[in-house]
């Protein structure tokens, strides 16, 4: 019986168009085919240049292989527990929030905003709140596409229009997206979907 030596070889893993295709890191691999579906994780920072993003990860998907360059696709973005700690302030009331959320593409999004208030409040007046951020979310991510909605995550625009869009219930000091998600699994988490 003749046993047969694969010969393994690097290859480079490319973040997605979205990011300018920048590199994220190699793999040994003795086929690179069996690398599809598996999950790499950088920082913001990697991918975009800026140090301030250092604090949040993104986890990209291997979806193919090109001309031997493995590609990849954005499943996730999370903002790491000690950055979040920071933003937590003295008489300032912290909502933590999770829900699904659908998008014009058709896209089912697992998000997780933090909103920051700009005093403290009574439960009534925070619960309003999170249910004024449950339908600016639902209702402006129904009209996006799945990328448009990362880049303008990503971009900050989006977290600056929760605060502008219910500033009327209660103003925020700041608005932020813990994390945001794709979600591919069998069981599809039920998505608010608001009618205009």
Do not use: H
């Amino acid at each position: 019986m003749v046993k047969v030596i694969i010969k393994k070889k690097w290859f480079r893993i490319l973040a997605p168009a979205l990011f300018n295709s920048v590199e994220v890191g190699e793999t040994l691999l003795g086929e690179p085919e069996v690398a599809i579906g598996r999950c790499v994780t950088t920082s913001m920072m990697n991918l975009t240049g800026d140090p301030q993003r250092q604090s949040t990860n993104v986890k990209l998907k291997i979806t193919d292989v090109k001309e031997g360059v493995l590609n990849t696709k954005f499943t996730q973005l999370e903002i790491m527990p000690p950055a979040l700690k920071r933003l937590i302030r003295r008489n300032k009331d912290i909502i933590n929030d999770s829900f699904a959320i659908k998008t014009l593409d058709e896209k089912i999004v697992r998000i997780k905003p933090v909103l920051v208030t700009k005093g403290k409040s009574t439960g009534g007046v925070l619960a309003d709140l999170r249910k004024a951020v449950r339908i600016y979310v639902s209702k402006t991510a129904a009209k996006l596409t799945w990328e448009d909605l990362l880049k303008q995550i990503i971009t900050k625009e989006f977290q600056k229009g929760i605060a502008v869009g219910v500033k009327k219930v209660y103003p925020l000091q700041m608005a932020e997206m813990r994390m945001l998600g794709l979600c591919e699994g069998e069981i599809l988490p039920k998505p608010i979907i608001v009618k205009a």
